[in-house]
């Protein structure tokens, strides 16, 4: 996507950026049924942000530059000891990494939890977790990929708002001199935690399936989504602006998965769909041929609803990945002439 072409609410800090366009409310009502989010404490200078590996392993070189990032933003960093720990393609064993993750959810000095990567390995120990310091004493968790698993997990149980962001292993190594696109998606890392409202805009696709929607938004990354049908993480769609993004799967299996929820009735009740990033989609095997785009797939599994859709939302595996805050009210536009969600 054309960087002109998608305008974010992100005030400039001391990294040199220009101040970006902000946006006009849209004018919807909040509906009366609406219960509040909890919102964490946004962040100040001097708080601490702790990094953990609930997943995927990452090295300690591999978090430096989000470390200097975070703090040039005035943050204090706590690594986790499960950063640099390794079980195969964990970060740790079960019980490490179950163990790490559950020190940062229990220390009140910690006001933000970031996911040093992805990967695979959050589902496994989620169960585990004691969320009751947590839930007297909310903090932001960060990331996205495998982190659906904590933010769909959290928003069910306790209702508590978290932020599905870029990870440790998405910052660039030299700020300065990383692409514009790049720049602004870091920034709103920082904005979303320290309170700025986020609101984007970005050019409609002819594909989109026009509307206004206001709702809580709730989503992530569909194979973690629909792993998570009929567990005690099941994301609940109901009433809520949806988002997803995937990478690196076959057409069969993203249609797969888009039946689950379809089958599972995720798809009947929402306020609006957002699909974000589908990438590296793998090729079909010779004669195997699926003949059906990440379009087809989505309007056939929402043709009997009057909700809006929007396609190729900046979110997801891919550069132009923004923050969003899950878990809070949101007003969603699609229109011809744009698409924006606004916190």
């Known amino acids: 996507m054309n960087r002109k072409h998608f305008l974010s609410a992100l005030v400039a800090t001391g990294a040199g950026l220009p101040a970006l366009q902000t946006l006009a409310g849209i004018g919807l009502p909040i509906p009366s049924d609406k219960k509040e989010p ?11 942000i702790g990094i953990t590996c609930p997943a995927g392993y990452i090295s300690r070189d591999e978090i430096q ?75 932001w968790v960060i990331g996205f990929s495998d982190a659906t698993v904590l933010h769909c997990h959290i928003s069910r149980h306790f209702g508590i708002a978290s932020l599905h962001s870029k990870m440790c292993n998405s910052f660039p190594d030299d700020f300065r001199k990383a692409e514009p696109i790049v720049q602004d998606t870091i920034m709103s890392v920082y904005q979303a935690l320290t309170g700025k409202k986020m609101q984007y805009s970005t050019q409609p696709d002819t594909r989109n399936r026009k509307g206004k929607a206001r709702g809580v938004l709730t989503g992530g990354n569909l194979s973690i989504i629909q792993s998570m049908s009929g567990t005690d993480s099941e994301i609940d769609t109901n009433g809520k602006i949806l988002f997803l993004e995937e990478v690196g799967e076959y ?3 993203l249609d797969r998965m888009l039946g689950t929820l379809q089958r599972s009735h995720k798809l009947d009740n929402l306020a609006g769909l957002i699909i974000g990033g589908f990438n590296r989609i793998k090729p079909d095997d010779p004669g195997e041929e699926f003949g059906r785009t990440v379009y087809d797939m989505v309007m056939e599994k929402v043709k009997e609803f009057s909700y809006p859709v929007c396609f190729n939302f900046p979110v997801g595996h891919q550069k132009n990945n923004y923050a969003l805050k899950c878990g809070m009210m949101h007003s969603l536009y ?4 744009a698409v924006t969600l606004k916190e």
């Open 38 to 48: 909890l919102v964490p404490p946004y962040l100040k200078p001097g708080d601490i």
């Open 65 to 139: 530059p989000a470390i200097r990032i975070m703090e040039s933003w005035g943050f204090n960093i706590r690594i986790g000891k499960t950063v640099g720990d390794r079980d195969y393609s964990f970060g740790g064993t079960d019980a490490e990494r179950l163990a790490d993750l559950q020190a940062m959810l229990n220390d009140e000095d910690i006001k933000a939890i970031m996911c040093g990567r992805g990967g695979y390995g959050t589902a496994r120990i989620v169960d585990k977790l004691d969320f009751s310091r947590f839930q007297r004493k909310p903090k």
């Open 251 to 253: 057409p069969y299996s």
């Open 334 to 337: 699609v229109g011809d002439d």
